[in-house]
């Protein structure tokens, strides 16, 4: 799970930490719709939720900005709002393919 806003009072914060305290002692990964209803129990009204089979989403009602998300433990791109961003290796690229020269260009260019 991981928060991604600063919750916005100490309320938000302790539902916010009891979530995810259920989150990590729920075992079950492979499809993550059965946890949906507990998360919505938790955190109570003010916030929508919704779902897929691999992640649960949080907001809070009326707002754009998504405060959570509960992906399966496979997923790892997700960062709370405290972290940094996740950046990649430098040096790495992002294909896997090598590139082919164009035809006619020259390659001492």
Avoid: N
Wanted: charged share 25%.
């Amino acid at each position: 799970m991981a928060i991604e806003l600063k919750p916005v009072d100490p309320a938000e914060k302790r539902r916010l930490a009891a979530l995810r305290r259920h989150v990590q002692a729920h075992t079950h990964t492979t499809d993550l719709r059965g946890l949906a209803g507990a998360v919505k129990k938790l955190l109570g009204p003010g916030y929508d939720i919704g779902c897929g089979s691999a992640h649960i989403w949080v907001q809070r009602t009326g707002e754009a900005a998504r405060l959570a998300i509960v992906a399966d433990r496979l997923t790892t791109a997700y960062r709370d709002w405290f972290e940094p961003p996740f950046k990649p290796a430098p040096g790495t690229s992002r294909s896997p393919h090598r590139r082919l020269p164009v035809p006619g260009a020259s390659l001492t260019t």
